[in-house]
């Protein structure tokens, strides 16, 4: 008896079931007549054209605010980071003089990195500025001064780091050239009354007596006013990052000598605690005999 109670039941919901999706008699589909859906689906289409034009306005008027030549928002950033090249493993420079191979890498980085600032595509990309003042281009207004001219950094300035004249930029004969940059950062005007900022490198304590004498290129490792404010990638197309190259004349041989360089300038704030890359870069050099 139950099993029939069951199966008369399941009949009902199947008939039920039927006639909930078509109903015959009051040619309902789903339990609403075609006029009840077609006014469903009208709401519906207006109600997501609407949500779908507030989108576009708000983006629209967002894009609007945006300049596509000046980042909008930028970390402040007090002191920038430095970077060497080459860059070895982690911070690294350690070759063996007898072993062309181990230095045969660096050399190659170099040539790669030096590339750009050959004389020849200098002159022929940017602009021979006047030294020792900021290269000033600023937009009067709502009018652009777009695109922005950049100075040369001739190779050359690199002097005997500059791999034209000794081309293993010393790597040969334990005297190695290593370059260091400043990391761009937009509208970052790094001295004040005319004076460069300058780099200068030394050993950390335990190694004072191997470091040797340093010399450095352009002279007294200057990063010229010239090559600043720096306007971005997309404004200032041709733009060369100055370098300073510091060579090595008489570094101890067979052992770790721990480098640190810093930039030093009368307006970027001496490097802080907080952050160990900001205003200096520390690498460790070992050449092998
Ligand atoms: C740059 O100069 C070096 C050495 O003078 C040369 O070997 C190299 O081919 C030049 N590269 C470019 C891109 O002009
Ligand atoms: C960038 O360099 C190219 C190639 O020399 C040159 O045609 C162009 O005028 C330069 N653009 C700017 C803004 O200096
Ligand atoms: C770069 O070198 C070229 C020729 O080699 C020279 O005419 C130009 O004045 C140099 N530019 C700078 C800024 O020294
Ligand atoms: C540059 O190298 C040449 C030869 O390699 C050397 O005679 C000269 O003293 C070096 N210049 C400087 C400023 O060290
Ligand atoms: C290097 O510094 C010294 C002393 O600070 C200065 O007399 C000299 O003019 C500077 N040289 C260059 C090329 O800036
Ligand atoms: C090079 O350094 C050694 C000590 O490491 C020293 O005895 C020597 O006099 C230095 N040579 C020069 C030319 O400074």
Same mark, same amino acid.
């Given at each position: 008896?139950?099993?029939?109670?069951?199966?008369?039941?399941?009949?009902?919901?199947?008939?039920?079931?039927?006639?909930?999706?078509?109903?015959?008699?009051?040619?309902?589909?789903?339990?609403?007549?075609?006029?009840?859906?077609?006014?469903?689906?009208?709401?519906?289409?207006?109600?997501?054209?609407?949500? #779908?034009?507030? @989108?576009?306005? %708000? =983006?629209?008027?967002?894009?609007?605010?945006?300049?596509?030549?000046?980042?909008? $928002?930028? &970390?402040?950033?007090?002191?920038?980071?430095?970077?060497?090249?080459?860059?070895?493993?982690?911070?690294?420079?350690?070759?063996?003089?007898?072993?062309?191979?181990?230095?045969?890498?660096?050399?190659?980085?170099?040539?790669?990195?030096?590339?750009?600032?050959?004389?020849?595509?200098?002159?022929?990309?940017?602009?021979?500025?006047?030294?020792?003042?900021?290269?000033?281009?600023?937009?009067?207004?709502?009018?652009?001064?777009?695109?922005?001219? #950049?100075?040369? @950094?001739?190779? %050359? =300035?690199?002097?005997?780091?500059?791999?034209?004249?000794?081309?293993?930029?010393? $790597?040969? &004969?334990?005297?190695?050239?290593?370059?260091?940059?400043?990391?761009?950062?937009?509208?970052?005007?790094?001295?004040?009354?005319?004076?460069?900022?300058?780099?200068?490198?030394?050993?950390?304590?335990?190694?004072?007596?191997?470091?040797?004498?340093?010399?450095?290129?352009?002279?007294?490792?200057?990063?010229?006013?010239?090559?600043?404010?720096?306007?971005?990638?997309?404004?200032?197309?041709?733009?060369?990052?100055?370098?300073?190259?510091?060579?090595?004349?008489?570094?101890?041989?067979?052992?770790?000598?721990?480098?640190?360089?810093?930039?030093?300038?009368?307006?970027?704030?001496?490097?802080?605690?907080?952050?160990?890359?900001?205003?200096?870069?520390?690498?460790?050099?070992?050449?092998?005999?």
């Amino acid at each position: 008896m139950a099993k029939e109670g069951e199966k008369k039941t399941c009949g009902q919901v199947l008939d039920e079931w039927k006639e909930f999706f078509w109903n015959p008699r009051t040619h309902q589909f789903l339990g609403r007549t075609a006029s009840s859906w077609g006014l469903i689906l009208f709401f519906y289409l207006i109600f997501y054209i609407f949500l #779908a034009g507030m @989108f576009v306005l %708000t =983006m629209y008027v967002m894009l609007l605010t945006l300049d596509e030549y000046k980042p909008t $928002y930028q &970390d402040r950033l007090a002191t920038p980071g430095m970077m060497i090249r080459p860059k070895g493993k982690s911070l690294e420079i350690i070759y063996n003089l007898d072993n062309t191979e181990t230095w045969d890498a660096y050399v190659q980085t170099l040539d790669n990195f030096l590339a750009p600032y050959n004389n020849s595509v200098q002159v022929m990309n940017n602009d021979a500025c006047l030294p020792d003042q900021y290269f000033i281009q600023e937009d009067s207004g709502d009018v652009l001064n777009n695109p922005k001219r #950049a100075c040369q @950094f001739n190779r %050359t =300035m690199l002097l005997n780091c500059s791999g034209i004249e000794d081309r293993y930029y010393g $790597y040969l &004969d334990a005297k190695p050239c290593i370059l260091i940059k400043l990391n761009r950062v937009i509208g970052l005007l790094p001295g004040r009354d005319g004076i460069s900022p300058y780099v200068s490198c030394g050993a950390k304590k335990e190694d004072v007596d191997n470091i040797g004498e340093l010399e450095y290129y352009p002279p007294n490792g200057t990063f010229n006013l010239m090559y600043f404010p720096y306007y971005g990638k997309k404004a200032q197309v041709n733009y060369s990052q100055p370098l300073v190259a510091v060579k090595f004349l008489n570094i101890s041989l067979n052992t770790d000598v721990n480098v640190e360089c810093r930039i030093n300038s009368n307006t970027i704030s001496p490097q802080s605690d907080r952050d160990k890359f900001a205003g200096r870069v520390s690498f460790k050099l070992r050449i092998n005999k």
